[in-house]
């Protein structure tokens, strides 16, 4: 059972925001009482924090699936990108935002954890990156990561970037782009532009 409130409580937070989705809500299109959710759960942010640990853990296995292809690191960030998109629901309500605004203590803890991740992940792809010949040898690894996890986190800020003007898939595929450029060799670019074109 607890499962299954975590299974429809993600669903509902994704598609509707933490903010909106009560505990009636959920209970009632789970078929139970509100009492079988507070067995599990002593209250909402309790919940939510269930549902936030539960999400990031399984983004966390998706993109270790994806890593473990050992796809050329250009690839592979579109493929992680495809993934999330998929897995988050294109981020219709903007949940982060709402955790951010209603949730902060769960918030900054969910962002240490995504930053210890992320990083690890895009230090091991621009490494790769380097290797292989795409990534030019002189960048700065650990400033790259650092900044492209700030500018990850920067664009889902819907007071810089309206959802109603900017949909997170196009802001995914500008920022990749805009971080691919700045690292890449010729030969990085080509690769660049022959996966945008493949990712249409």
């Not at 709402?98 to 954890?113: E, H, R, T």
Request: proline share 2%; hydrophobic share 35%.
């Amino acid at each position: 059972m607890k499962e299954k409130i975590l299974q429809k409580s993600t669903e509902l937070f994704l598609n509707l925001g933490f903010k909106s989705v009560t505990m009636d809500d959920i209970a009632q299109e789970l078929g139970v009482s509100k009492k079988t959710i507070y067995n599990h759960f002593k209250n909402k942010t309790d919940l939510v924090e269930g549902v936030t640990n539960n999400i990031f853990e399984n983004v966390c296995k998706g993109i270790d699936q994806i890593c473990s292809l050992d796809q050329n690191p250009i690839e592979e960030l579109y493929s992680i990108k495809r993934f999330t998109m998929q897995y988050l629901k294109n981020e219709k309500a903007s949940p982060q935002h709402q955790l951010n605004k209603y949730y902060p203590k769960i918030y900054a803890n969910l962002k240490n954890k995504q930053f210890e991740v992320m990083q690890d992940c895009v230090v091991k792809n621009l490494n790769k990156g380097i290797a292989v010949g795409m990534f030019r040898d002189t960048i700065d690894v650990d400033f790259v990561s650092r900044i492209y996890f700030h500018g990850m986190m920067g664009i889902k800020d819907i007071k810089l970037f309206p959802l109603q003007k900017f949909s997170m898939n196009t802001l995914l595929d500008h920022y990749l782009e805009y971080h691919l450029r700045g690292i890449c060799t010729e030969k990085g670019i080509q690769k660049m532009n022959q996966t945008i074109i493949k990712n249409k």
